[in-house]
């Protein structure tokens, strides 16, 4: 016999690059997502020499970019050894008392409007309409310095290094010494994973009908940071503003996320159902940005998340989020424009736009 409900949506508001927007949240509980709402796709063939296999593979990308805006992600080709020892130091750090890690907190770095180093829990707040974050994070942004593809760092163009923000000093790594191990298990899978968003990306563009190496030179030097999550679980009755990390949608092209077997990730569908994204082994998670729906005039999907730890274990997560190099920008891209229609968006560097996510995200926290 089945049951219906009266109730009705509620509204869940987050802040964007165009001001505070809202989407309907239906009165169901989460449920876990099915294999057509969260497909999982096997990349390896992008890195095939035959154009076809790459071809195909494009397209699965673009049939979930434009459904859902999420997939799991396979044939990465990133040894599980890579993910593991950094999930390891991970957890070492972490599990130091407040005192170590408060010797790398953001504020302590040159450029900590740039986020580098340690945040406690709850001083981050992703939604400002909900509660402040139950989580700690460790995060580190693009340093050419560590770049396999780089050759002389002083031979890099001046318009780029402008928008290169990295300590002198190095830090945060210079005062993770108590976490000997951390700093080399950390850059080597972010130096795996930088590898394979380049060549994502180029799959991408083939996706929306470029040529593969139409984006190479907005990628030399990309807006590529990492986020190390530890989430302390959640009391089962903690609020339904209370979350691990708040509804948001991501700033820049696309996030690839490595999540443990611990789960807590939810992804807000079209019709606001919310839907637990589990993990599945040996995979990444990967999700559109704000940036990308906008160059594509909204063909691909920058779809609203969240987390929620309520499994009475710890969890951890690692976030990589690919941008262009910020000195570059984009407009709506031809081929995301049928005859008829009109471009939604006026072009706007990498910077500017995310400068404009963090500006509207504060001013929504102080109203």
């Not at 609203?304 to 710890?314: D, Y």
Request: with cysteine.
């Amino acid at each position: 016999m089945s049951t219906t409900t009266t109730e009705s949506p509620t509204t869940l508001w987050l802040s964007s690059g165009n001001g505070p927007i809202s989407r309907p949240i239906l009165p169901h509980p989460p449920r876990d997502a099915l294999p057509s709402e969260i497909p999982l796709i096997d990349i390896s063939p992008i890195f095939s020499p035959h154009l076809s296999e790459r071809t195909t593979v494009a397209s699965q990308i673009r049939h979930a970019a434009t459904t859902s805006g999420f997939f799991y992600m396979t044939g990465h080709g990133i040894p599980t050894a890579t993910t593991e020892s950094a999930r390891r130091a991970a957890l070492d750090f972490f599990h130091q008392d407040e005192e170590s890690k408060r010797k790398v907190h953001t504020s302590l770095s040159e450029n900590h409007k740039y986020k580098v180093g340690w945040k406690g829990n709850e001083e981050l707040r992703i939604n400002p309409f909900e509660g402040r974050d139950q989580r700690e994070s460790f995060s580190w942004r693009y340093d050419a310095r560590y770049d396999p593809s780089v050759g002389d760092v002083n031979d890099i163009p001046e318009e780029v290094v402008a928008f290169l923000k990295t300590d002198a000093d190095g830090f945060p790594w210079t005062k993770t010494g108590s976490v000997p191990h951390f700093e080399e298990a950390v850059v080597r899978c972010w130096q795996a994973v930088l590898e394979l968003g380049r060549a994502l990306l180029r799959s991408m563009a083939l996706a929306l009908g470029l040529e593969e190496t139409a984006w190479d030179e907005k990628f030399t030097h990309p807006d590529a940071a990492v986020a190390l999550n530890w989430y302390p679980s959640q009391q089962p009755g903690s609020g339904e503003k209370d979350m691990s990390i708040g509804s948001h949608t991501d700033f820049q092209l696309f996030t690839i996320l490595w999540q443990d077997e611990v789960g807590g990730l939810m992804v807000l569908d079209r019709e606001g159902q919310w839907l637990r994204a589990k993990p599945i082994e040996g995979t990444f998670v990967v999700n559109f940005g704000d940036y990308m729906q906008r160059i594509t005039n909204d063909r691909f999907l920058s779809t609203v998340h969240r987390v929620q730890n309520r499994s009475g274990r710890e969890r951890l997560s690692m976030a990589f989020f690919f941008g262009f190099n910020l000195n570059e920008s984009c407009g709506v891209l031809d081929t995301c424009v049928e005859e008829g229609e009109e471009k939604k968006y006026d072009e706007v560097s990498c910077f500017e736009w995310t400068q404009r996510r963090l500006r509207a995200m504060h001013q929504a926290k102080t109203e």
